[in-house]
């Protein structure tokens, strides 16, 4: 044990300067800073709001140049993002990724502190044959941005690439964290031998709250929001965890060393839980959106370090996701429902990303009152404030999908009085969802529906509904 202590020791001394480089000192806890959403603030008032936050670091998904105008002389460490689909390009010409240095880096630095390349999103998540070619393309251009920047004289800046937790086919137990048998050889290998010559970071996204809502019968929701006495103890390895994120990262740990690398860096690209989500989306709420992101603030930011139980004393530079609620991203509601503040820039619950905020000083939060899984029906009606005049090409869609699916808003129908745009898209949400939801139809149509508990029939007119049981 005496032995085990002592290498972990060396390995951390060992590695201290780069850590201190990378992260100014300590940990740096920053935010991602999407934009696809409704009337956002401006850059310079959304560089206000992070600063608020305190947040030390920033992550954009795009070289947007308003945003890096607005960065400039913050002192806010940026990384900034290669598009998905330029990757291909760029791992094929050392000319397009110096030119993409050249239009989307040089012009902003050093006043805007960037400080990382991170080339494309996500990249191996399962796809189909077609969209498999870029795996393949992603190390060649993260070594042609890498010799960009050099060609540059700038030295000291990362290049890395954020992964989702679906690199991992094994993550359970941790001690058997495995890479997904299709890209371990041939894309995560030579991806880590990158990131070791380079001294970069593995960057993961990393959401307990998925792991939870899709077995929340077996993990305790306390375990993953850092709070109460649950623990799990590895039967292989005999660590012992006391919240999913560590065993969620550690699972990455010990993939990293069964292909012979245990020493590379982990920044948390993406981590977070929604303040809230569709009716059936369970534990979407801010009361534990509110706790997660603040425990998590507490965690990677204690002295002496924490770290993981595989690396116990090693810093951990994370992400939160996001700055705000992104109302026009597709899918689930829980998509839209991710910010520390809204679309009008108003917080959606404090949080202080330094840390130093005592987690007793924040004020009360509203009780969750969807911890565990809604039973009945649910509707799907114009959301509050949208815009009516945007409802007519959406009712068009609505009702071109199916089958008799608008007959009761038709001037013979049931529902056709009363005869408004609101009444009628509102019925025609409804019938959509309830015929298509179960193959893949959801109760957004672009931000101007939502999903209410509450029966809007009347008279003779009936709403269909989607039940839950």
Not at 268 to 276: A, D, R
Not at 418 to 423: A, G, L, Y
């Amino acid at each position: 044990m005496k032995l085990i202590i002592l290498a972990t020791v060396a390995i951390f001394f060992i590695n201290l300067p780069l850590l201190l480089s990378a992260s100014g000192g300590h940990i740096q806890v920053g935010v991602n800073y999407g934009i696809l959403g409704d009337k956002l603030p401006e850059p310079t008032k959304s560089v206000e709001l992070i600063r608020s936050l305190k947040a030390q670091q920033v992550k954009l998904y795009s070289p947007d140049p308003d945003i890096l105008k607005a960065l400039n002389g913050t002192k806010l460490r940026t990384s900034i993002m290669v598009p998905n689909q330029l990757i291909s390009n760029i791992s094929s010409s050392q000319e397009i990724a110096n030119e993409w240095i050249r239009t989307n880096f040089v012009p902003y630095y050093p006043d805007t502190l960037i400080t990382c390349v991170l080339v494309g999103n996500e990249i191996l998540t399962p796809t189909d044959d077609a969209g498999k070619k870029i795996w393949y393309d992603l190390v060649p251009a993260m070594r042609k941005i890498k010799y960009a920047l050099k060609v540059n004289n700038i030295t000291k800046v990362k290049v890395g690439t954020p992964l989702a937790m679906d690199v991992l086919e094994s993550s359970f137990p941790p001690s058997n964290g495995t890479f997904r048998s299709d890209i371990a050889s041939p894309v995560v290998r030579p991806l880590l031998q990158f990131l070791h010559k380079t001294k970069s970071f593995f960057f993961i996204d990393c959401y307990p709250y998925f792991a939870w809502a899709g077995n929340y019968q077996s993990i305790d929701l306390s375990y993953t929001l850092f709070v109460g006495s649950t623990t799990y103890t590895d039967p292989v390895s005999g660590l012992t965890y006391t919240n999913l994120l560590d065993q969620m990262l550690d699972s990455l740990v010990f993939a990293m060393k069964r292909l012979g690398f245990p020493d590379i860096r982990i920044f948390i690209s993406e981590t977070g839980w929604p303040n809230g989500g569709d009716v059936n989306e369970i534990g979407a709420n801010v009361y534990n959106a509110a706790t997660y992101n603040r425990n998590l603030v507490a965690k990677l930011t204690a002295k002496p370090v924490k770290g993981t139980p595989a690396r116990p004393g090693i810093m951990l530079p994370a992400f939160i996701f996001s700055l705000f609620n992104e109302n026009q991203k597709p899918g689930p509601g829980t998509e839209r429902h991710w910010g520390l503040f809204y679309p009008n820039g108003s917080e959606v619950y404090p949080v202080d990303l330094s840390g130093k905020t005592p987690l007793s000083s924040y004020p009360a939060l509203p009780l969750p009152d969807n911890d565990k899984p809604y039973i009945g029906k649910v509707w799907c009606v114009v959301a509050t404030g949208a815009n009516v005049t945007d409802l007519g090409p959406a009712v068009t869609y609505a009702c071109n999908q199916g089958n008799h699916t608008c007959d009761a808003i038709k001037p013979w129908g049931k529902s056709y009085e009363p005869n408004t745009t609101t009444s009628h898209a509102s019925y025609a949400f409804s019938s959509y969802w309830a015929q298509f939801r179960a193959i893949g139809g959801t109760c957004n149509f672009n931000g101007l529906a939502e999903e209410t508990t509450k029966d809007p029939s009347y008279g003779s007119c009936r709403y269909p509904a989607v039940t839950f049981t």
